[in-house]
């Protein structure tokens, strides 16, 4: 059992300088394999990887989504990326290795597939598909539930959440610090950014798909 993300950038063709977030993107995904055999982006905006790990979909979603709404395109002044990611996590068996990741076959590929073409008509950005339907109901009831608090996102929220998921015992303290501010100033973007329950909804992802796994 593998998971499989599908996804493009949103909005991408208003960023006149794709370097901005593409080159970051790229940088982040080789964290999960080499490409093209483990990871690829076709297309100028349509990405796929492959995470090894079922239960760790979710965070790497999340952290490709801090990726992109953190991006500060043209100003950087600008409180609001004007880009943003949808993806879609298929989790399943991989029945045939290809060179390419897009050559590549089995049920997290299909489904991942399948739930990236639904993702539009649901209006949602990020969402799960699997072979436990109850599984996915309930996941992709919290992810829309996310999504919506991620969708009020500043790029300094995104920047907070950024250092979360890749220090996951940081303190508020060393946040401060890191980003130049008083604790006090950390805690307010903290729950502005709703990050506990964000962390709580990857924090049960994991805790359920460990379970459901063999």
Avoid at 12 to 21: M, N
Avoid at 93 to 117: L, P, V
Avoid at 160 to 171: K, S, Y
């Amino acid at each position: 059992m593998i998971a499989v993300i599908k996804g493009d950038i949103v909005a991408s063709r208003k960023v006149e300088d794709q370097d901005i977030w593409l080159k970051p993107l790229k940088d982040l995904l080789a964290k999960w394999g080499s490409t093209p055999e483990q990871w690829e982006v076709v297309w100028g905006d349509f990405f796929q990887v492959e995470i090894p790990n079922p239960a760790d979909a979710l965070q790497v979603a999340f952290e490709i989504k801090t990726l992109v709404k953190k991006t500060k395109p043209l100003a950087s002044e600008k409180k609001m990326s004007i880009i943003d990611v949808r993806m879609a996590i298929g989790i399943g068996e991989k029945t045939y290795s290809g060179k390419r990741i897009s050559e590549s076959n089995g049920t997290a590929f299909i489904y991942s597939g399948e739930k990236f073409d639904t993702l539009k008509k649901e209006n949602a950005t990020i969402g799960v598909k699997s072979n436990w339907q109850t599984f996915d109901e309930e996941v992709n009831l919290y992810l829309k539930l996310t999504n919506t608090l991620m969708e009020r996102w500043t790029v300094s929220s995104a920047e907070l959440m950024d250092i979360v998921l890749q220090n996951p015992d940081v303190t508020q303290e060393e946040i401060g610090r890191q980003l130049g501010i008083k604790q006090s100033g950390v805690s307010g973007r903290w729950s502005r950014a709703c990050i506990d329950e964000i962390l709580k909804v990857e924090s049960m992802f994991r805790k359920k798909i460990e379970v459901l796994l063999p």
